[in-house]
């Protein structure tokens, strides 16, 4: 499979959404900045990086009035503004979703988002579409808990599980029974809408958490609905290092001379890999060792560094799913489970080969729901291709291979894997602190700490690392889209 995404006749112009017409109109056009409960849109990233990519840049403004559905210059999207190449793609597929014609009514959309950020007790995407679905004629009644909403969105909790955790268990079975005849089923443009809301809001919970997006404000009454608790991590000094001036892990000259040879010794394995790839191809027999090696390997990615690289009290909160947040769960103890587990013999994989994105899901969610492939593709291609050519204070450096490292790797650990890839690269390229920091952000992103962000390519800017959380969210997106969408073919034929 070609992952270099060449723009295609998919790729959709930036004129899409000229043609369609919003469902609801937005009074007021004028930007409202966030105040959040600590300095800056990031507890990870020294404000004045972030504002000043801000300031100097009008885009980012122009994009909040066209596409926020809350007409604010939140914090998520102050971060995403970094990449504003990226930010365009990801406010308008977002902006589709949400407000433009489709098969879900507007507080479906909503509270399917908050059933989605659920699942990683994120309380901050919580929150906001709390306020959304209010403002789009939700009824309040439903914001007491699952008991409370029509069986037809209870009979979501199965797949919202699944495509949270564990996707590779999604079944046609489980299409079926969704969509069979009753007075609750789904229309399959209803399923796949709510399967992309899913989806994007689970991803998304792994880039508010890996990019450390603090709250909007404090807990106070919406709409006559008070808001949930900002989670912990996002005000408390969860590892005893989250404050922002703490630069423990570069401080010293060690620190900043041994930081400054990991990163000489990423970019000579990059180039002696380039030779090597120049000199002679792997069989496919050893690249399917490779990844079978890979995939057993990343069990102990975090069940073996986070409990011991990293004090337990970075995760003693996060454990504890809080009652405003567990009304909108069902089954909480469901969680990651890796794929390729212990003792297993003949792990099933999902060859990409069988079922691209390209070449099957992108039509089947195109013909389904009208437009939103189109957007999703050129999102996708957007953060797989995005580079500025730079790492950390080198220029013309070709940064593909990382690139794809990093979406192939978050792949791998979602049982996904290439056959034109060789995950040999993966292990050259992908220090033990960053693959800690990837699972942690993709599988478990509520335990993502300050230090755990800090600990790896500690030469890098923040908007690398934050490109690094994009490609991340995407790979995760897609790496869902791609199980659920499968089931429904399969369902289907």
Same mark, same amino acid.
């Given at each position: 499979?070609?992952?270099?995404?060449?723009?295609?006749?998919?790729?959709?112009?930036?004129?899409?959404?000229?043609?369609?017409?919003?469902?609801?109109?937005?009074?007021?056009?004028?930007?409202?900045?966030?105040?959040?409960?600590?300095?800056?849109?990031?507890?990870?990233?020294?404000?004045?990086?972030?504002?000043?990519?801000?300031?100097?840049?009008?885009?980012?403004?122009?994009?909040?009035?066209?596409?926020?559905?809350?007409?604010?210059?939140?914090?998520? #999207?102050?971060?995403?503004? &970094?990449?504003?190449?990226?930010?365009?793609?990801?406010?308008?597929?977002?902006?589709?979703?949400?407000?433009?014609?489709?098969?879900?009514?507007?507080?479906?959309?909503?509270?399917?988002?908050?059933?989605?950020?659920?699942?990683?007790?994120?309380?901050?995407?919580?929150?906001?579409?709390?306020?959304?679905?209010?403002k789009t004629g939700g009824m309040a009644e439903w914001l007491?808990?699952?008991?409370?909403?029509?069986?037809?969105?209870?009979?979501?909790?199965?797949?919202?599980?699944?495509?949270?955790?564990?996707?590779?268990?999604?079944?046609?079975?489980?299409?079926?029974?969704?969509?069979?005849?009753?007075?609750?089923?789904?229309?399959?443009?209803?399923?796949?809408?709510?399967?992309?809301?899913?989806?994007?809001?689970?991803?998304?919970?792994?880039?508010?958490?890996?990019?450390g997006i603090n709250p909007e404000r404090g807990p106070e009454?919406?709409?006559?609905f008070r808001l949930i608790s900002v989670n912990n991590f996002?005000?408390?000094?969860?590892?005893?290092?989250?404050?922002?001036?703490?630069?423990?892990?570069?401080?010293?000259?060690?620190?900043?001379?041994?930081?400054?040879?990991?990163?000489?010794?990423?970019?000579?394995?990059?180039?002696?890999?380039?030779?090597?790839?120049?000199?002679?191809?792997?069989?496919?027999?050893?690249?399917?060792?490779?990844?079978? #090696?890979?995939?057993?390997?990343?069990?102990?990615?975090?069940?073996?560094?986070?409990?011991?690289?990293?004090?337990?009290?970075?995760?003693?909160?996060?454990?504890?799913?809080?009652?405003?947040?567990?009304?909108?769960?069902?089954?909480?103890?469901?969680?990651?489970?890796?794929?390729?587990?212990?003792?297993?013999?003949?792990?099933?994989?999902?060859?990409?080969?069988?079922?691209?994105?390209?070449?099957?899901?992108?039509?089947?969610?195109?013909? &389904?729901?009208?437009?939103?492939?189109?957007?999703?593709?050129?999102?996708?291609?957007?953060?797989?291709?995005? #580079?500025?050519?730079?790492?950390?204070?080198?220029?013309?450096?070709?940064?593909?291979?990382?690139?794809?490292?990093?979406?192939?790797?978050?792949?791998?650990?979602?049982?996904?894997?290439?056959?034109?890839?060789?995950?040999?690269?993966?292990?050259?390229?992908?220090?033990?602190?960053?693959?800690?920091?990837?699972?942690?952000?993709?599988?478990?992103?509520?335990?993502?700490?300050?230090?755990?962000?800090?600990?790896?390519?500690?030469?890098?800017?923040?908007?690398?690392?934050?490109?690094?959380?994009?490609?991340?969210?995407?790979?995760?997106?897609?790496?869902?889209?791609?199980?659920?969408?499968?089931?429904?073919?399969?369902?289907?034929?």
């Amino acid at each position: 499979m070609n992952l270099t995404f060449p723009l295609t006749s998919k790729s959709m112009s930036y004129s899409v959404l000229a043609h369609c017409y919003p469902i609801m109109e937005k009074q007021d056009k004028r930007i409202r900045a966030s105040q959040p409960l600590t300095r800056g849109p990031s507890a990870f990233i020294p404000e004045k990086e972030v504002v000043q990519a801000n300031t100097v840049d009008e885009r980012t403004n122009f994009l909040v009035e066209e596409y926020s559905t809350s007409g604010r210059l939140d914090n998520i #999207t102050q971060v995403m503004s &970094l990449h504003t190449q990226y930010l365009e793609s990801f406010l308008r597929s977002q902006f589709y979703m949400l407000r433009m014609d489709g098969p879900l009514p507007l507080p479906y959309r909503h509270y399917i988002a908050i059933m989605a950020a659920a699942r990683h007790q994120c309380s901050y995407l919580i929150n906001m579409h709390v306020d959304e679905f209010l403002k789009t004629g939700g009824m309040a009644e439903w914001l007491n808990g699952l008991e409370y909403i029509p069986q037809r969105l209870k009979n979501l909790n199965e797949i919202n599980k699944l495509l949270a955790h564990r996707p590779w268990l999604i079944t046609k079975e489980h299409i079926q029974k969704l969509v069979k005849t009753g007075e609750n089923n789904w229309s399959l443009p209803e399923l796949v809408h709510a399967v992309v809301l899913l989806a994007h809001y689970h991803a998304l919970a792994s880039f508010v958490f890996g990019s450390g997006i603090n709250p909007e404000r404090g807990p106070e009454i919406s709409n006559g609905f008070r808001l949930i608790s900002v989670n912990n991590f996002c005000v408390c000094d969860l590892a005893n290092d989250n404050n922002i001036e703490n630069a423990s892990l570069t401080g010293s000259n060690f620190g900043i001379v041994d930081s400054l040879s990991e990163l000489e010794a990423l970019m000579e394995r990059m180039k002696r890999l380039q030779e090597e790839r120049e000199d002679e191809e792997a069989s496919q027999e050893e690249m399917t060792t490779r990844f079978e #090696t890979e995939k057993k390997e990343s069990l102990f990615v975090v069940s073996g560094d986070t409990f011991h690289s990293f004090p337990h009290s970075d995760f003693a909160d996060d454990m504890i799913v809080t009652s405003d947040v567990s009304r909108y769960i069902e089954d909480p103890g469901f969680g990651y489970e890796d794929f390729a587990r212990r003792g297993e013999e003949h792990l099933p994989t999902f060859r990409a080969q069988d079922y691209t994105w390209e070449n099957h899901g992108f039509s089947l969610v195109n013909r &389904l729901y009208s437009d939103i492939g189109h957007l999703l593709d050129e999102k996708f291609r957007m953060v797989y291709n995005l #580079t500025y050519n730079t790492m950390a204070s080198h220029e013309d450096v070709d940064t593909a291979m990382l690139r794809r490292a990093l979406f192939n790797y978050v792949h791998c650990m979602f049982g996904i894997r290439y056959d034109d890839y060789d995950y040999g690269e993966v292990n050259q390229l992908l220090e033990r602190s960053l693959k800690v920091y990837i699972k942690t952000v993709t599988c478990y992103p509520e335990r993502t700490t300050k230090r755990m962000y800090d600990s790896y390519w500690r030469q890098f800017k923040h908007s690398e690392k934050v490109h690094v959380n994009l490609l991340l969210m995407e790979a995760r997106m897609q790496a869902e889209l791609l199980y659920a969408l499968r089931a429904i073919t399969r369902h289907l034929t």
